[in-house]
């Protein structure tokens, strides 16, 4: 669990619950976490305030910083793919690929980083469905879609806080202020029935046998 004071979590010693938490004094570069990434590989991605993102090595029990010289605000979200590639999304930088093979970070969208001067776009959220295509909703560009291309998606909701695409080919789950929608084929949002007027800030799904 991210919190102000650094990540809080839940352990058993000898079958009884214990709180540990993981601050500064461990290694951690900053207090305020943002957003928590597990990995399959026995690790934890940390989104910060102020420091940008660290790894968590779960077995060593190490902090490391990938970049050291962060220089791009607040980390919002974050999501990895494969062993090769994490997708940062910050609040007011738009949204970052760093390479996990070289180290080399840059703009997910570098036409308009490049026309902006003062480039500054929110990114609300990032997901990743099943086929490997990435899902960002911005303050600035809506909805986009890449399969390595972004592909702008027209939309209305200046209040996007979630996103959830489970395969190609099924409707996009969008969670906003005003309820949930889903973009349907003919890349129209439709209002999910009896969720009009919630306030949705995520949205996931739950395989039921």
């Not at 000898?14 to 709180?19: A, P, S, V």
């Not at 989104?47 to 090595?57: F, K, M, W």
Request: proline share 4%; net charge negative.
């Amino acid at each position: 669990m991210g919190t102000d004071g650094g990540i809080t979590r839940c352990v058993f010693n000898n079958g009884d619950k214990e709180l540990e938490t993981l601050d500064a004094e461990d290694g951690l570069p900053d207090d305020i976490v943002r957003v928590l990434l597990p990995t399959a590989y026995g690790g934890l991605w940390i989104g910060t305030y102020d420091r940008g993102i660290s790894y968590y090595d779960l077995g060593e029990k190490t902090f490391s910083s990938p970049v050291p010289d962060w220089d791009l605000g607040v980390v919002s979200d974050l999501t990895q793919q494969g062993t090769q590639e994490l997708f940062i999304g910050t609040e007011d930088k738009g949204g970052w690929s760093l390479s996990l093979e070289n180290g080399n970070l840059q703009p997910m969208d570098q036409e308009a980083f490049d026309n902006l001067r003062n480039y500054s776009s929110k990114v609300y959220a990032l997901h990743q469905d099943r086929n490997g295509n990435l899902w960002m909703a911005t303050s600035q560009e809506g909805i986009r879609h890449t399969d390595r291309r972004f592909l702008y998606l027209q939309d209305d909701k200046h209040s996007i806080q979630a996103l959830l695409a489970s395969d190609s080919g099924k409707p996009l789950w969008v969670g906003t202020d005003a309820g949930l929608f889903q973009l349907d084929n003919s890349g129209q949002f439709r209002p999910w029935p009896g969720a009009e007027g919630l306030n949705i800030v995520t949205v996931s799904y739950t395989h039921l046998t």
